[in-house]
């Protein structure tokens, strides 16, 4: 009985004393356990790295079409916001030019309204009838008032609001605002009266549409509520 090595697993070989054909015999017998162990080895190793390689490769696949997904996706987004994007700025330029239209249409006898009432005021003399041109003038005036208040919106939206500076009497202004609405607040029992500063100046250069919104709109609250 003969011990092969430290390193070596305990393997105890019985060999023949002096039998150089039995030694050889199992030294052969040995070092093919030890490549076939080698080899199932290797086998498995083998199997395992395919494997992995497999997952990997799947993995990957999977991340590739995710990709794709969320390229195609990010596509259909970005059609869809020019689509919207182009319908909004279809739906604007229609509603703008519903304005001009609507504008035009209501400005045209507006206007003839003004015109005769200007020419009436200077052939009536009686001062109530007086009165009544006055406030159809200024009613006239409002509604015009309440036109440039729709299209201002458009044009706010738009952002091209520019203000139109020229001199405006600002004592005439509140007269015909404040006639306006004279009758509702005799309606309701209320006293409007107009006070203004005694160095006011006849004329002030500012903006005489924007000026008589902004009083329309303080006035009728005022009187409504």
Not at 62 to 68: G, T, V
Not at 185 to 197: M, N, R, S
């Amino acid at each position: 009985m003969k011990k092969l090595s430290r390193n070596c697993p305990k393997i105890w070989i019985l060999t023949p004393a002096g039998g150089t054909f039995g030694g050889l015999f199992v030294w052969a017998f040995i070092a093919r356990a030890l490549y076939m162990r080698k080899r199932r080895e290797a086998e498995r190793l083998r199997a395992r790295l395919f494997e992995q390689e497999s997952q990997a490769r799947e993995a990957l696949e999977r991340k590739n079409r995710q990709l794709e997904e969320a390229k195609e996706a990010a596509e259909l987004a970005k059609e869809a916001a020019e689509l919207a994007s182009q319908a909004a700025e279809a739906a604007n330029q229609s509603k703008s030019l519903f304005l001009a239209n609507m504008s035009h249409e209501i400005r045209t006898p507006l206007n003839a309204i003004l015109g005769f009432s200007d020419l009436l005021n200077g052939v009536v003399k009686d001062p109530k009838e007086r009165s009544y041109l006055g406030a159809i003038s200024s009613s006239g005036r409002g509604l015009l008032t309440i036109i440039n208040d729709i299209l201002d919106l458009s044009k706010i939206e738009a952002g091209r609001l520019e203000l139109q500076y020229e001199p405006v009497s600002v004592r005439q202004l509140l007269d015909d605002v404040a006639q306006v609405f004279s009758h509702k607040a005799q309606e309701k029992g209320l006293k409007l009266e107009i006070v203004t500063a005694p160095d006011l100046p006849e004329v002030l250069f500012l903006d005489e549409v924007r000026l008589r919104q902004i009083l329309f709109n303080v006035l009728g609250n005022a009187v409504k509520f």
